[in-house]
Nanobody
Framework: QVQLVESGGGSVQPGGSLRLSCAAS????????MGWYRQAPGKERELVAD???????KYADSVKGRFTISRGNAENTVSLQMNSLKPEDTAVYYC?????????????WGKGTLVTVSS
């Protein structure tokens, strides 16, 4: 049993900042990858950023230079620092993890946290 819990979502004005955090818990043997996806109403879920166990990062073109993904201070955590937020960043942000649990490798998802950017 694995759970991913997100925190840090909220409302902010354009140009503002938010920091999202995700904590994975449960029967975890190892984590291969953790990252963030987002989904706006009527749109497909898209990758925002991810980070491998070795620290290699990937970003969507739309967030490069504004968002930074990093490992959290606690084990099995990841954070997403979002700066210079734009209205088009408004979406539900989902934490995801590719990890090994009970001898199998699967992708797990959090329930999501809402980010709203508006005046």
């Amino acid at each position: 049993q694995v759970q991913l819990v997100e925190s840090g979502g909220g409302s902010v004005q354009p140009g503002g900042s938010l920091r999202l955090s995700c904590a994975a818990s449960g029967s975890i043997f190892s984590i291969n990858l953790m990252g963030w996806y987002r989904q706006a109403p009527g749109k497909e879920r898209e990758l925002v950023a991810d980070i491998t166990r070795r620290g290699t990062t990937k970003y969507a073109d739309s967030v490069k230079g504004r968002f930074t993904i990093s490992r959290g201070n606690a084990e099995n955590t990841v954070s997403l620092q979002m700066n210079s937020l734009k209205p088009e960043d408004t979406a539900v942000y989902y934490c995801n993890a590719d990890l090994v649990s009970d001898y199998t490798t699967n992708r797990y998802w959090g329930k999501g946290t809402l980010v709203t950017v508006s005046s």
